[in-house]
């Protein structure tokens, strides 16, 4: 009779322990448990070999399927990607949910920067990222208003002007970013990267002729620019297609000002002053992913 009961508790020990269930977490960990409950929002268990231990409860969202004892399976996310969420105390954390932009994004983006308009120019880019969404390589393209007749009343600024980017008589200037993405592609993502920009531009000069007739004259002489800057912004992705981005830059700028200079008794030679500046530049993007 003892041995009878003796093999009925290990034979009962022997179906508690074969009793398990497979968690898979869409954090990429697999758990055995025993399934207690599911509902609609959570998934309770228990550890396997401990039926009178505690009961654990996770939320479905962090559950990618269960499959359980018998070989049933229940798929309760197909999709498992990266997305951000706020916790109740405002710390941003990174979760595994549903980020379909994280690995599935359009590589081609144009965009225009919005804010360049009301400085006279017209600015747009093409920007090519790599295939794991690390990096993108950014070509700019920016043409001043003035220098294509549409900005008639643009001030003639001299030397002491503004940054050669934002001059009003801009005419054209252009460049090579490549921008870095530490976290990769998503909704929202912050970027970092150097950026190498050349243009060209008109200003003003005060000239003296200093001999007879001894004249003063305002002459406008040409200039160019060539800028490296370190930009960091955020780049914002709603859609798959549609994007808006926010940067700023801060660097370097050499001005070289080419000058005419009609008091010299060569009145066609030509002579070149350079220029270092502290340089500055902001943008404001939207821009169409395919």
């Known amino acids: 009779m003892k041995h009878l009961i003796l093999f009925f508790i290990l034979f009962n020990c022997l179906l508690s322990t074969q009793a398990q269930d497979t968690l898979y977490r869409t954090n990429g960990k697999i758990q055995v448990v025993k399934i207690i409950e599911v509902n ?49 105390n405002n710390v941003w954390k990174e979760k595994v949910e549903d980020d379909l932009l994280h690995k599935n994004f359009n590589r081609r983006m144009i965009e225009i920067n919005l804010p360049d308009y009301f400085f006279g120019s ?15 390589l950014r070509v700019p393209v920016s043409i001043g208003l003035y220098g294509i007749g549409l900005n008639k009343y643009a001030t003639l600024e001299d030397q002491y002007g503004k940054q050669g980017y934002y001059r009003e008589r801009k005419k054209f200037s252009t460049g090579f ?3 870095y993405f530490p976290t990769g592609q998503g909704k929202v993502r912050y970027y970092v990267g150097p950026s190498i920009e050349l243009g060209w531009f008109d200003y003003s000069e005060d000239q003296y002729l ?19 800057i370190l930009q960091n912004g955020f780049l914002f992705q709603p859609t ?13 700028t050499r001005e070289r000002y080419i000058r005419k200079d ?3 008794q060569y009145p066609e030679d030509y002579y070149a002053e350079n220029n270092h500046i502290f340089a500055f530049r902001a943008g404001m993007c939207v821009g169409y992913r395919f």
Do not use: H, M
């Open 40 to 88: 609609q929002q959570q998934v309770k268990y228990k550890n396997p070999n401990g039926q009178g231990g505690p009961l654990f409860v996770l939320s479905k969202s962090e559950v990618a399927k269960i499959v359980y004892e018998s070989g049933n399976v229940d798929q309760i996310n197909s999709e498992v990607k990266s997305v951000y969420e706020s916790t109740s």
């Open 262 to 264: 009609i008091s010299n």
């Open 122 to 136: 017209v600015t747009l880019a093409y920007q090519y990222f790599t295939k794991n969404g690390d990096y993108a």
């Open 177 to 179: 970013d490549c921008n």
């Open 210 to 228: 200093s001999s007879y007739p001894y004249t003063r004259s305002n002459v406008k002489q040409k200039a160019n620019f060539q800028s490296i």
């Open 240 to 252: 798959s297609n549609i994007n808006f981005s926010l940067n700023i830059g801060l660097g370097y």
